[in-house]
């Protein structure tokens, strides 16, 4: 695909209809809560929007992100519109490779300074640089060095926008998120582990329609897919306001479908559009599926207890501070009983006798 | 150092600090119920009357000495001591307010035992000399002349010869190894001689031996009044000498509340050791003897009867069944109160308050909580076995202007004593 | 710090040092209060203390009738109140989840709307009792700081678990933290207070019946 051609000519030459795109827009006009009449100029703005270079780097990641992206079962609009605008750099994906890559991620980052998208996946490792490199560079220079001429910067995955499963206890690499590097640019967090490939799209897709970002959360992701929990939009939520729980993965309460909150369900205190969008094109979700919410689209969620337990439950062991406890509150006790035993004792031994004598105050 | 002092009342108060008054304190969710139990808080609706309240001094002494927090604070200067004027505003809650008659023990729902702290923290009240006038009187008398009243032995060898001529039955003193030592309190010698007169037609009738000692015939005990466990230990020691000496096999406590507390409960806590003898109350000698078949008597008496609990033998004495079954034999309509038994309403004038000229209106006042009760049942003579109770609720009744005999229980049962035929 | 990061303190470290002041200060008080003893009864028993007292621990939650006259308000309002928080704390799932982690033990649930419906009677009574601790005289006159702190460290868990359940007001990581930190708070303040009645009324209730019941009377 030539660089000047405009998103509109890619998807034609690819035998993607007006019809087809015009369903796209208005699919993504109603994910993104607009109205009717902002599909024309989602439209309009798609059509001849130049591709956007998109400078994609992927970390220390295990590359799912990358996987929910390009995994359909036939070709979307979506993927389309992917391949239409990804191809300056994607480590996974590209044709070329070694220094040829290299040299090309070079040149698009020049010629397109201040104006391409840093796409990334992985969390940074920040403990010793060579725990993840590309090319002989360390994650956390070429981050730097891309960031500088990024228009803004999207967080793909749990790992880029939080840390993610490899900043999990005790954090061996010291892997942190890309906001805990990067400070003076815009930056969307998109989470999920993976996260949905329609949000990935999604946030592209504003962003080639309006120029702008979409509006975000005090976690930076953009609300419209982030903005309710999975628990206010579950079908499961009456069985859970009722009280009907399932206590095991193949019990009755399970074969019924009945709320996962007991086997650890973090839908309560989990924000994505797992609920709603669901995952392959609207096929299921893990609750669906009968698995409890892993919450993972929220930062920590590798180490706030058990995906097995449930949110009312410590996640850490109550049962042995309580024995420290009571063990340390014998020992003072008893030595504090023995002090007070032992001062009864001095008073009673240094008792003086109250006779008649003793009883009249001159008043 | 001799004489009253806030430093040995406070020494007695943590002297007195058991693990009872501990968990009593730790509890107390300030819930006002004990002020609801308690006729000196409903007849005045003074909430300084409060029971837990009237602790307060000693409750601050639990927490400053014996928790972990209070000493902290106490040793960081940040806790308000006891004060000598503190006590000296308490002496009227301890003392005129309280009867130790124990119904807030009864009541409170954390279980605390009100009544048993009071008592406690008179021993401190006492020790500094916030212990009232009229009572620290009588407490003089009983341990020096030997009764409170000030009654010696000649007054109670007159009242004997008297009540051995209207009998013509021996009143026996100082006979050795007979069943029964009888005490006596003050105020039957002097005011109810009936009682002892009694005493001598039924243990005739029932083959009882007894007897009176000269030395201690007094059983009344100023010293668990007023809260100072030495004097009441001295007291109950002349009994203690007494029935040893004339190695008799029980002592009887009279029909007078504190004194069955004092000699029953207290005694052999009090001299450091358990007796040698029993010890009962009149009534359970009475009741025994009704079991046994040695009592009989003949006839009924036809009015209404009620009878008061006297509170130191019902509710903190055990003695509760023992003058209904005895009424039962002499009494052809009796009726209980309501709330009659182990929650009867105290008459208001133990525990010390009747020797205490200071709080007569309040005793008076207070008295309209008897009223109610008796109101209630509409009776025609009321029976209780204790003289003080008895002297107060008369002078209630006529305060307030009702026609209602008060009744011995053991006198009206010797008044109907079948005739010795022999 | 985030909302996340805040509820996984709240249900973690949080919880661990609240824990250890809650179980040390019980443990430290019940024995600063029992180590101080008792004399041994040198009188004659008529009746059994231990009978006795175990009698009390039980009874003495049921007022004889002149009294329930007498007090209605506050043992009704009692009643309600305290089995409002034993079906709000012991018999809802989530809560039940909790100690099965901690303890081991566990037991079914009620229904949750049932315990929502609870929650709401529980909370006016606590209210009702708030305000009758303000108006009636006695306890006005006995109430001070202590009385109203141990009111709001009980009812902020049940008002915070109640909107906590019905997400409203704050975002619901937010609501979930707050109501766990209530807990916490009242885990903190439980063994300094009044609130050590919970554990210490057994104790004062069996003195209360073992003194009786050495006597052969029925307290």
Redesign the interface.
């Known amino acids: 695909m030539s660089k000047d051609e405009t998103l509109g000519e890619a998807l034609r030459r690819q035998g993607v209809t007006r019809r087809g795109f015009l369903k796209f827009c208005a699919a993504t006009a109603s994910m993104m809560a607009l109205p009717p009449s902002m599909v024309p100029v989602i439209a309009a703005a798609l059509e001849s929007a130049r591709r956007p270079s998109v400078i994609w780097l992927s970390f220390q990641e295990c590359t799912g992100c990358t996987e929910s992206l390009t995994r359909s079962h036939s070709p979307t609009v979506e993927g389309l519109i992917f391949d239409s605008i990804s191809l300056d750099y994607h480590h996974t994906l590209q044709a070329a490779s070694g220094s040829a890559a290299e040299a090309a991620r070079e040149t698009a980052m020049e010629e397109n300074h201040g104006k391409y998208i840093l796409v990334v996946d992985g969390s940074i490792p920040t403990d010793n640089p060579g725990y993840s490199t590309i090319a002989g560079i360390s994650n956390r220079d070429m981050l730097e060095d891309a960031a500088k001429g990024a228009a803004a910067i999207v967080s793909v995955g749990t790992c880029a926008a939080f840390g993610g499963i490899p900043a999990a206890k005790p954090n061996p690499t010291g892997a942190v998120s890309v906001s805990d590097l990067v400070h003076d640019k815009p930056i969307i967090n998109v989470p999920g582990c993976p996260p949905i490939p329609v949000v990935i799209t999604g946030v592209l897709a504003h962003y080639l329609t309006f120029g702008t970002i979409p509006e975000l959360d ?2 930076k992701r953009p609300k419209a897919y982030y903005g309710k ?1 999975i ?2 939009r579950c079908y499961r939520r009456p069985f ?4 009907l ?1 399932a206590e095991t993965f193949d019990d009755e309460g399970a074969r019924k479908g009945w709320c996962l ?2 086997l650890g369900c973090k839908g ?2 989990t924000y994505n559009a797992c609920a709603t969008v669901k995952w392959n094109e609207g096929t299921s979700f893990p609750i669906e599926s009968g698995h409890p919410c892993l919450g993972c689209s ?4 590798w ?3 058990s995906f097995y ?11 042995k ?2 024995v ?3 063990g ?3 020992v ?3 030595a ?3 002090m ?2 032992a ?2 004792q001095k ?2 031994d ?12 001159e ?1 | 150092m001799s004489g009253p002092s806030l430093q040995k009342g406070l020494a007695a108060f943590k002297e007195q600090i058991d693990a009872p008054v501990a968990a009593f304190f730790n509890s107390c969710m300030h819930c006002g119920m004990c002020a609801d139990a308690c006729l000196f808080y409903t007849e005045t609706k003074d909430p300084t009357r409060t029971p837990i309240y009237k602790l307060e001094p000693l409750r601050k002494v639990w927490q400053q000495e014996y928790t972990f927090w209070g000493r902290s604070m106490k040793a960081l200067g940040m806790s308000k001591p006891v004060t000598d004027e503190e006590l000296g505003q308490w002496e009227e809650l301890v003392y005129d307010s309280c009867t130790l008659c124990g119904r807030c023990s009864m009541v409170c729902p954390v279980g605390n035992d009100i009544a048993y702290m009071i008592r406690k923290m008179r021993e401190g009240m006492a020790a500094a000399g916030h212990a009232p006038e009229g009572l620290i009187g009588a407490t003089k008398r009983a341990v020096t002349i030997g009764s409170p009243m000030g009654v010696k032995l000649p007054a109670l060898q007159a009242q004997i010869r008297h009540i051995e001529e209207d009998t013509g039955l021996e009143i026996p003193l100082d006979r050795e190894g007979v069943d029964y030592m009888c005490l006596l309190s003050s105020m039957e010698i002097m005011n109810f001689p009936e009682y002892t007169a009694a005493l001598a037609k039924i243990f005739h009738q029932a083959g009882v031996t007894w007897t009176i000692s000269s030395e201690a015939f007094e059983a009344t005990n100023s010293g668990i009044q007023i809260g100072v466990s030495e004097i009441a230990a001295e007291l109950v020691q002349r009994i203690v000498d007494a029935a040893e000496k004339l190695k008799v096999k029980a002592v009887i406590s009279p029909e007078c509340g504190h004194a069955y507390m004092a000699i029953r409960w207290e005694g052999p806590n009090l001299v450091g050791k358990p007796f040698d003898f029993k010890v009962v109350h009149i009534l359970e000698v009475l009741d025994e003897l009704r079991e046994q078949g040695r009592l009989k008597t003949t006839g009924k008496e036809m009015q209404r009867l009620t009878y008061h609990d006297p509170c130191q033998i019902a509710r903190r004495g055990g003695v509760l069944e023992q003058p209904r079954r005895l009424l039962d034999m002499i009494a052809d309509d009796f009726v209980e109160m309501p709330e009659a038994g182990v929650m009867n309403w105290c008459c208001g004038a133990g525990g010390g308050v009747s020797s205490n000229e200071r709080a007569d209106d309040l005793r008076l006042k207070v008295f309209n909580r008897k009223k109610a009760q008796l109101d209630a049942v509409q009776a025609e003579g009321l029976v209780s076995a204790c003289a003080n109770c008895r002297i107060h609720l008369e002078e209630g009744l006529e305060e307030y202007h009702m026609d209602l005999p008060v009744l011995s229980l053991t006198e009206t049962i010797a008044e109907h004593l079948a005739e010795d035929k022999s | 710090m985030t909302e996340t990061e805040f509820l996984l303190w709240v249900r973690g470290p949080a919880l661990q040092i609240a824990t250890i002041v809650f179980v040390l200060g019980i443990v430290v008080r019940i024995l600063q209060m029992v180590m101080l003893g008792r004399k041994a009864n040198l009188a004659e028993a008529r009746g059994s203390a231990l009978a006795g007292g175990l009698r009390t621990m039980v009874t003495r939650s049921v007022p004889d009738r002149g009294t329930f006259q007498r007090s209605t308000f506050t043992i009704v309002s009692g009643y309600i109140f305290h089995i409002g928080l034993f079906v709000t704390i012991f018999l809802y799932a989530p809560h039940i989840l909790l100690i099965d982690e901690v303890f081991g033990v566990s037991w079914p649930a009620l229904p949750t709307p049932v315990v929502d419906a609870t929650a709401v009677v529980t909370i006016i009574a606590l209210l009702a009792v708030l305000i009758h601790r303000i108006k009636d005289p006695v306890m006005r006159f006995l109430s001070g700081f202590s009385d109203y702190l141990v009111w709001l460290v009980t009812f902020l868990p049940l008002f915070t678990g109640y909107i906590a359940f019905h997400r409203i007001g704050l975002s619901p990581p937010m609501l979930i933290a707050l109501h766990i930190l209530s807990v916490e708070l009242l885990m903190v303040v439980f063994p300094f207070t009044k609130l050590m009645h919970t554990f210490s009324l057994f104790i004062a209730r069996y003195y209360n019946g073992a003194i009786a019941g050495y006597k052969g009377v029925q307290s």
């Open positions: 005090d976690l929990s628990h206010d859970y306001d009722k009280g729980f909150y007991k309560p205190t929220e930062p920590g969620f180490d706030g207890g337990r449930a949110i009312s439950t410590p996640t850490e062991d109550l049962s501070a309580a420290y406890a009571v340390a509150g014998a003072a006790g008893v504090l009983g023995a007070n035993r001062k009864k008073s009673v240094a008792h003086e006798k109250v006779t008649i004598d003793d009883l009249d105050k008043k």
